[in-house]
């Protein structure tokens, strides 16, 4: 589903102030992704021959459609292919994603030029089953817009258009065929060839012309290497499919076709010198073509701008009326003084009580703990480079290997507050944080995958990749959370400025706006007004496959989205303590983990409003994950909240003087 491109982070490092940084992360690459060379077949004994290859393999990956969540392998559709040669291995992040890399039988030999060269012919007859059953699944491809993957030298084989306002866009995907409907009006591709114009009829790309480019490295060695690979898919009918020559009419197979038909696949590839284009920013012809690309950079800016001055209004507010009702306060000398006391400092007996369902609130603020930690360290390193677009999946296994080994900051998160809260239960709080909300999701995940399983989709996860995730959570992260909720119930409890009151205080009648959900509801719409544009670019790059690749601007989102989420939630808590409201830490929570509520209903509007996709596995799959993203967002986002409005109110009653 993904596409991560390293971006050297710019308006983050100014935002650090080191541009020293930048300078080190714009050409870094990590180990085992070095640049490969390649020269013309060397004569024998050449000694040049151990520096370079001349061989060009040409890898497929997962077919994907932007109407369907199902991805399937390459061999699903019975194209072409190669036997006995070892597949390469895929690491957690690509197999969580349905990438399935194969070999493939489209070979070449750096500069030689190839013209209409035969790879195989497939032939069916609809009176056979089998042959029946994979056509069928072929015109299912092309009816829904099915589009090939092909990766040269670790880089995606693209296929370059014209769009509107003479713009050329670069798809890392080229369909396998269109469809020209009853009515006669012609799908997708299909637009592209006048000579596409039968009714009902599926046209099949089933001949590419692939043009490789190369950049000659300066050097003692003339060797070269590869900087882009673009693609034009045709259709040909060819008279003599095993002797074919390009030339004729499309391919074409009609939708209520009976009989025999063979269809003949072949390919012409040409090498053309690029000295303009450096192997390190072969990625950027890519996303220069991107639609929205301008727009995006503006949008972001804009949001920026105004969540910052509004968190600026915030604090400014809070500050000035705090400040005036600390020196008001502690200027209270007199008896008489001190029992006409009003606004937040009358409830500081009370402020600190335990909460109703303290063991919940403080399993999810260790969840919440986990994931906060392993979004800011996966952010980090995809801004600064280190998951290279050539290491595919890197950004979801980093994720996950991250969310491992963080056992121990979620256990002893929780096991701490635990016993703030005056919990005796123990074993029952780390057990529920080691196995409550990452059950849930591994519920919804496998869930998901048993439907994938039904549709065989390659996004369904092995049974051995499924028992390796099952290992990673009982066998590393559980023992780490046992660990750390040892020392979080060892450590002694925390301790709180002002003593609670035996008897609790009854809370005054509220108004409208402080009773709790008026105030939860209005706290998470700043929060979420930070976010939805960079929301809008994320969703496109899950559902509709396209690049992502502005960490820098997301990170610094993410900073902003942190600072917001805890300014609204101090905020409005303290407008509920001067209304004499101590309940803060549920509310807290809630407050700010409602921008979840939010992006859940802005991920409805995006499914009926930007999404063609049909049907009812690829429905239920879309708002599964979702529920998956959005309770990840609603513990990320509801800590941060707490954990603000913890300090706050600690800090404040610190800081007055109570009798």
């Known amino acids: 589903m993904f596409v991560f491109l390293r971006v050297p982070c710019v308006f983050f490092v100014l935002f650090l102030g080191a541009p020293s940084l930048l300078r080190q992360a714009a050409g870094f690459y990590l180990p085992g992704l070095a640049p490969v060379s390649f020269c013309e077949k060397p004569s024998e004994g050449d000694e040049s021959a151990r520096e370079c290859q001349d061989k060009i393999e040409l890898f497929v990956n997962r077919l994907d459609s932007v109407e369907s969540v199902l991805p399937y392998e390459y061999t699903a559709f019975d194209f072409c292919t190669v036997d006995a040669e070892k597949r390469p291995s895929e690491n957690l992040g690509q197999v969580l994603f349905g990438e399935r890399i194969e070999p493939s039988p489209y070979k070449f030999s750096f500069k030689q030029k190839e013209e209409c060269k035969h790879v195989c012919t497939k032939s069916y007859?609809?009176?056979?089953?089998?042959?029946?059953?994979?056509?069928?699944?072929?015109?299912?491809?092309?009816?829904?817009n099915y589009q090939h993957h092909w990766i040269v030298d670790n880089m995606p084989v693209t296929w370059c258009y014209d769009v509107e306002d003479n713009q050329k866009f670069c798809n890392p995907g080229f369909p396998i065929g269109c469809y020209v409907t009853e009515a006669g009006?012609?799908?997708?591709?299909?637009?592209?060839?006048?000579?596409?114009?039968?009714?009902?009829?599926?046209?099949?790309?089933?001949?590419?012309?692939?043009?490789?480019?190369?950049h000659i490295v300066e050097s003692e060695t003339a060797v070269a290497r590869l900087v882009a690979a673009k693609m034009e898919p045709k259709s040909y009918k060819q008279a003599k499919p095993d002797t074919p020559d390009c030339t004729?009419?499309?391919?074409?197979?009609?939708?209520?076709?009976?009989?025999?038909?063979?269809?003949?696949?072949?390919?012409?590839?040409?090498?053309?010198?690029?000295?303009?284009?450096?192997?390190?920013?072969?990625?950027?012809?890519?996303?220069?073509?991107?639609?929205?690309?301008?727009?995006?950079?503006?949008?972001?800016?804009?949001?920026?701008?105004?969540?910052?001055?509004?968190?600026?209004?915030?604090?400014?507010?809070?500050?000035?009326?705090?400040?005036?009702?600390?020196?008001?306060?502690?200027?209270?000398?007199?008896?008489?003084?001190?029992?006409?006391?009003?606004?937040?400092?009358?409830?500081?007996?009370?402020?600190?009580?335990?909460?109703?369902?303290?063991?919940?609130?403080?399993?999810?603020?260790?969840?919440?703990?986990?994931?906060?930690?392993?979004?800011?360290v996966t952010l980090f390193f995809a801004c600064l480079g280190f998951l290279s677009p050539a290491n595919r999946g890197a950004l979801m296994t980093c994720a996950v290997v991250l969310w491992v080994l963080l056992g121990t900051p979620a256990g002893y998160v929780a096991a701490r507050f635990y016993k703030s809260f005056g919990g005796e239960k123990w074993k029952t709080n780390v057990l529920l944080t080691a196995f409550l909300c990452p059950g849930v999701v591994f519920a919804d995940f496998f869930l998901m995958n048993l439907i994938l399983w039904g549709e065989g989709s390659s996004a369904a996860m092995p049974f051995g990749t499924l028992v390796a995730i099952l290992a990673l959570w009982f066998c590393i992260s559980v023992p780490l959370t046992f660990i750390g909720a040892y020392f979080g119930f060892k450590k002694a409890s925390i301790e709180h400025p002002v003593r609670t009151n035996q008897i609790p205080r009854q809370i005054p009648e509220q108004s409208f706006y402080t009773k709790p959900l008026p105030g939860i509801v209005m706290g998470g719409i700043l929060p979420f007004g930070c976010i939805f544009i960079q929301l809008f670019f994320i969703l496109n790059s899950i559902w509709s496959h396209q690049m992502y690749y502005m960490f820098g601007f997301l990170f610094l989102v993410f900073?902003?989205?942190?600072?917001?989420?805890?300014?609204?939630?101090?905020?409005?808590?303290?407008?509920?303590?001067?209304?004499?409201?101590?309940?803060?830490q549920w509310r807290s929570f809630l407050t700010s983990g409602f921008t979840a509520a939010y992006f859940l209903v802005y991920a409805v509007h995006y499914f009926f409003s930007k999404l063609q996709i049909t049907g009812l596995a690829s429905t239920i799959l879309y708002f599964g994950y979702t529920m998956i993203m959005a309770l990840i967002f609603f513990l990320f986002t509801g800590t941060i909240g707490f954990f603000a409005c913890f300090w706050f109110v600690t800090k404040i009653y610190s800081v007055v003087k109570v009798d």
């Open 559 to 584: 900073i902003i989205l942190v600072i917001t989420c805890s300014e609204a939630t101090i905020l409005l808590c303290y407008f509920h303590l001067c209304a004499e409201d101590y309940h803060w």
């Open 248 to 376: 004729g009419p499309p391919m074409s197979l009609s939708n209520k076709f009976k009989g025999e038909i063979s269809i003949p696949y072949t390919y012409s590839v040409q090498f053309l010198v690029e000295q303009n284009i450096r192997w390190a920013s072969r990625w950027d012809y890519i996303l220069e073509s991107m639609p929205h690309t301008n727009i995006q950079w503006f949008s972001i800016m804009n949001s920026l701008v105004i969540v910052l001055f509004l968190s600026g209004m915030v604090a400014m507010i809070m500050l000035r009326t705090l400040h005036k009702d600390i020196a008001r306060y502690n200027q209270m000398d007199s008896v008489e003084d001190a029992q006409e006391e009003f606004g937040w400092k009358l409830v500081h007996g009370d402020v600190f009580r335990p909460p109703r369902k303290g063991m919940l609130l403080s399993v999810f603020l260790g969840s919440g703990t986990q994931i906060f930690i392993m979004t800011f």
């Open 125 to 144: 007859n609809t009176e056979k089953a089998e042959d029946k059953a994979n056509l069928d699944f072929l015109k299912k491809g092309m009816l829904l």
């Open 185 to 214: 009006r012609p799908k997708d591709a299909c637009v592209v060839n006048s000579d596409f114009n039968d009714k009902d009829t599926f046209y099949i790309f089933n001949h590419v012309d692939i043009t490789i480019y190369y």
